[in-house]
């Protein structure tokens, strides 16, 4: 079985920053694709950000410049830093890892859930 909990959600003021963690568990054979994205109240859950296991990454258009996903392979770790916060990215952000718990049989695994709110 394998878990992922994340961290690191709160309220921020506009413009203030805040930092995500996601943390894997359980058994692990290998992780390839991470990523986070994001559901706001009455939206669907929307991609904010991917990194795959050669550091690759993807954003979508609304936070590039001020997100950056990283990944800690030995932790089993993913990261989003979010910086220059706007009230629009207030959202349940979640994380994503596909992860292999042997060499043929892998699954795609979803975090619970961190609550993040930006407001004056």
């Known amino acids: 079985q394998v878990q992922l909990v994340e961290s690191g959600g709160g309220l921020v003021q506009p413009g203030g920053s805040l930092r995500l963690s996601c943390a894997a568990s359980?058994?692990?054979?290998?992780?390839?694709?991470m990523g986070w994205y994001r559901q706001g109240p009455g939206n669907q859950r929307d991609l904010v950000a991917t990194i795959t296991n050669d550091d690759g990454t993807n954003y979508a258009d609304s936070v590039k410049g001020r997100f950056t996903i990283a990944r800690d392979n030995a932790k089993n770790t993913v990261y989003l830093q979010m910086n220059s916060l706007k009230p629009e990215d207030t959202a349940v952000y979640f994380c994503n890892m596909r992860v292999y718990v042997s060499v043929r049989s892998g699954g795609d695994y979803w975090g619970q859930g961190t609550q993040v709110t930006v407001s004056p």
């Open positions: 359980g058994t692990i054979f290998s992780i390839t694709a």
